[in-house]
């Protein structure tokens, strides 16, 4: 099987110890810390839930009320 030149950077901030698991997960998996990251970012659904921000200030409200 013939690789795919790799030429595109992506660029990301994260803690040290964030950075620490990602390698360590990538170790376990038997892959780079880059192909880690590439199937676990495109093997993911993202799901967007629109009228979210009002559910969770109601649900912020009932809070205090409780308290």
Request: aromatic content about 2%; glycine content about 6%; some cysteine.
């Amino acid at each position: 099987m013939q690789r795919i030149k790799k030429s595109e950077i992506i660029t990301l901030r994260v803690t040290p110890r964030t950075k620490e698991t990602i390698r360590e997960r990538a170790k376990a998996a038997g892959l780079t810390v880059t192909d880690y990251l590439c199937y676990s970012g495109l093997a993911k659904e993202i799901v967007r839930v629109e009228g979210l921000e009002q559910v969770l200030s109601e649900l912020k409200a009932q809070g205090r009320n409780l308290n």
